[in-house]
């Protein structure tokens, strides 16, 4: 069975910084391209940032380039999100998925349940 399990959201005050972790498990994680989307109320899903199954090609979403930084642990299964410098515009639900196209952040054959982000003015 396939398991994507967010954890690390929160709520902080603009200019902080929070760490998102998505651990996987029931699926190859080192042979899979791995990123994060996100989702507002009201608002339609956005790929934030992604990640190739190897580590050696990420992406960014405009809005996160410069403040957000992907990464990934292979040996743990384990995806990352440093997001530094966050905005309002930054609030809410973060999602893992695995099996992306980095290109535009389509496919995504498994997901994670989310953890929110909130950010407050």
């Known amino acids: 069975q396939v398991q994507l399990v967010e954890s690390g959201g929160g709520l902080v005050q603009a200019g902080g910084s929070l760490r998102l972790s998505c651990t996987a498990s029931?699926?190859?994680?080192?042979?899979?391209?791995m990123g994060w989307l996100r989702q507002a109320p009201g608002k339609e899903r956005e790929g934030v940032s992604c990640?190739?199954?190897?580590?050696?090609?990420?992406y960014y979403a405009d809005s996160a380039k410069g403040r957000f930084t992907i990464s990934r642990d292979n040996a743990k299964s384990t995806l990352y999100l440093q997001m530094n410098s966050l905005k309002p515009e930054d609030t809410a639900m973060y999602y893992c998925?695995?099996?992306?196209?980095?290109?535009?952040?389509?496919?995504?054959?498994?997901w994670g349940q989310g953890t929110q982000v909130t950010v407050s003015s």
């Open positions: 990640i190739s199954w190897n580590g050696v090609s990420t």
């Open positions: 998925a695995a099996a992306l196209n980095c290109r535009d952040y389509k496919g995504g054959a498994y």
């Open positions: 029931g699926l190859t994680f080192g042979d899979l391209n």
